[in-house]
């Protein structure tokens, strides 16, 4: 991201000079940090229609030209190219994955989608009709419960490690929340079948 600069006049005729950032990809942005602690005024943008929420990496959004990137890639094109786990891949590492690397990725996923025994008898804790996505974020925050080993936030290794776990585990934990729903009892994942039929299967099959 290259910088200019932007020169602007305060309500109170100081001269104040902006940085300008410049993307890789849309209009460039002023960066008004220092606005209100150098002149005491903020900027008015009712829904943020002309401000940029953060700097991100992974995407790009222009609502007006129904645009919307990860990596560099239209989402049109992944959706029509790319399986689920292609594009996780591409989302955690930045490129899409080579077919030997989307092999090793699948596996690791495919192999750490069991949870541990006891994260079931949280389920057990909530009401038949409680809110599919209450229970997801109540069983994910109890992650850090029985995986406080690969917590460090500061350690890419971990990071990596829990976002993989997090992928991997997902689908166990929203399967689990809908069969609590509607009163079946829990499926496990099957190493065997790949990530979309592995959730199809933990939704909708039977021990019987």
């Known amino acids: 991201m290259s910088q ?3 020169r602007l006049i305060s309500p109170d005729g100081k001269e104040l000079e902006l940085p300008v950032h410049t993307g890789t990809t849309g209009p460039d942005v002023v960066d ?3 606005l209100y602690k150098e002149h ?4 008015y943008d009712p829904g943020f229609v002309a401000t940029g929420s953060c700097k991100s990496d992974i995407t790009f959004i222009d609502g007006e030209e129904g645009v919307l990137m990860y990596r560099g890639y239209p989402v049109e094109q992944l959706a029509g190219n790319s399986n ?3 594009v996780c891949y591409l989302l955690l590492h930045g490129d899409l994955p080579t077919q030997s690397e989307l092999e090793d990725f699948d596996n690791t996923i495919r192999t750490h989608t069991m ?5 079931l008898n949280f389920f ?3 009401r038949y009709d409680a809110h599919p996505m209450a229970i997801l974020s109540a069983v994910v925050g109890s992650m850090s419960a029985y995986y406080h080993d690969t917590m460090d936030t500061s350690d890419p290794e971990h990071r990596d490690i829990f976002a993989h776990r997090i992928l991997a585990k997902l689908p166990t934990i929203a399967a689990a929340a809908y069969k609590l729903n509607i009163g079946q009892p829990f499926m ?3 190493n065997d079948l790949n990530y979309t039929e592995n959730l199809l299967q933990m939704l909708f099959s039977v021990p019987a």
């Open 115 to 119: 949870l541990n025994e006891g994260m």
């Open 84 to 86: 689920f786990l292609e």
């Open 188 to 190: 496990y994942p099957r």
């Open 124 to 126: 057990k804790g909530f």
């Open 40 to 43: 005491g005024v903020f900027t």
């Open 32 to 34: 008004i940090a220092r």
């Open 4 to 6: 200019d600069a932007y």
